[in-house]
C-alpha cells in the first residue's frame, strides 16, 4: 500500500515542500516491514558497521540528546509496541516487536552494547542524521546512521557542509539553496518539520550505495513498456528535520517507503501525474535521479496506465 504520494502537481517543481509536523510523528512504524527492514540494518551494520555508521570526535552528547528525545516519543506514540521505564537506576527500553530489551544509562557510553546513535537506529526504520547546529559552521554531518541511501553514503558526505552535501544536486544552489539555509538557520526547538523526496529506482534494493553502481546499472537489462510496471518502484522518502534543545544539534530523519510502480499507476490520475512531473523534469535532474536509462519506456508505460481508463 502506497503510504504517501508525492506529486502534488503536474508538472517538475525544484522546491523544499516544508511542511510543519505539528503531532505528527518523528518516527513512522510501518509493521508491514519492520521486521524485514530491521534484519536488513542489522545484517548490513554486522557486516561492515563502520562503513554504515559514523560519527565525528566529540558528538555523544548529540547522540544522547537524540536517545533522549526519540524514545519518550515512540514510548508515548506507539505504547503497544515499546515500553520505557525512567527510574533512579537507568532507563528500561523494551521493543516489543523485536522482543529486545535494554538497561542503560544516559550519558554512559558503556551502558549500550553500541554508540548511541547506532543503537537507536536498530529500534528505528528511519535512517538517523546528525548535524551540528552552528550556522556560521555551514550545518556540517557531524554523525549518522545510514542504511538505506538512495546512491549516496557515508564516506563521501560526513564532515561536510549543509551546502556542499547539495552542490552534486542540479538547480539547488541557484533555486533553494539560500532558502533551504535558512531554514536550517530558522529552525526551532518543539517545531519539526517534514518534507517528501521521490526517485523511480529499477530495483527493489534498500541500500543503494555506490558499492550497489554495478548491480543497478544491470538492473537496467529488460526494461521495457510491458515489464517496467512490475520491475521499477516508486520510492519515497519522508524525511523530518528536528533542532534540539539542549545541543542545538539538527536530527534529520529519513524514513523510505518503496512501492512497484504498477500499483501506483492502478490509479489513472496517479499515473497521470507521475507522467506529467517525468515529462518536465530537466534532462540534467533526470541523470542525477539516475532516470535517464529508463525514463522513456517509464513514460510509455504511465501513459498507458492513463489512457486506458478512458
Known amino acids: 500500500m502506497l503510504s504517501y504520494f508525492p506529486f502534488d502537481h503536474e508538472h517538475f517543481t525544484m522546491a523544499m515542500g516544508v511542511q510543519a509536523l505539528g503531532a505528527g510523528c518523528l518516527i513512522e512504524i510501518d509493521t508491514d516491514h519492520y521486521q524485514a527492514e530491521m534484519a536488513l540494518k542489522h545484517q548490513l551494520l554486522a557486516d561492515d558497521p563502520v562503513y554504515y555508521a559514523q560519527a565525528l570526535p566529540r558528538t555523544e552528547e548529540l547522540q544522547w540528546e537524540v536517545l533522549e528525545l526519540l524514545l519518550p516519543h515512540m514510548a508515548d506514540s506507539y505504547p503497544q509496541w515499546f515500553t520505557l521505564r525512567i527510574e ?174 504498477a500499483e501506483v499507476a492502478a490509479d489513472p490520475m496517479a499515473a497521470h501525474r507521475m507522467a506529467r512531473v517525468l515529462a518536465t523534469t530537466p534532462a540534467e535532474m533526470l541523470a542525477y535521479k539516475g532516470l535517464t536509462p529508463f525514463v522513456e519506456p517509464l513514460l510509455t508505460y504511465l501513459h498507458t496506465c492513463h489512457t486506458q481508463s478512458d
Open 88 to 261: 533512579q537506576d537507568g532507563w528500561h527500553w523494551h521493543n516489543h516487536l523485536l522482543d529486545e530489551y535494554q538497561e542503560f544509562h544516559p550519558g554512559n557510553g558503556g551502558s549500550l552494547p553500541q554508540a548511541p546513535l547506532e543503537w537507536l537506529g536498530r529500534q528505528v526504520q528511519e535512517d538517523l542524521l546528525l548535524l551540528d547546529g552552528s550556522a556560521t559552521a555551514g550545518f556540517p554531518l557531524v554523525a549518522g546512521l545510514l542504511c538505506f541511501p538512495n546512491s549516496w553514503c557515508l564516506d563521501e558526505k560526513l564532515g561536510q557542509s549543509f551546502l556542499a552535501i547539495h552542490d552534486p544536486v542540479p538547480l539547488f544552489a541557484e533555486q533553494i539553496g539560500r532558502s533551504s539555509h535558512l531554514l536550517l538557520q530558522r529552525l526551532k526547538a518543539g517545531r519539526s518539520v517534514w518534507r517528501l523526496n521521490w526517485a523511480f529506482r529499477s530495483t527493489a534494493r534498500l541500500d543503494i550505495t555506490p558499492r550497489a553502481t554495478h548491480e543497478v546499472q544491470q538492473s537496467y537489462a529488460g526494461l521495457t513498456p510491458t515489464t517496467i510496471g512490475e520491475q521499477c518502484f516508486l520510492r519515497v522518502e519522508r524525511q523530518t528535520l528536528t533542532r534540539l534543545p539542549r545541543t542545538g544539534g539538527i536530527l534529520f530523519t529519513v524514513h523510505t517507503y518503496q512501492t512497484p510502480i
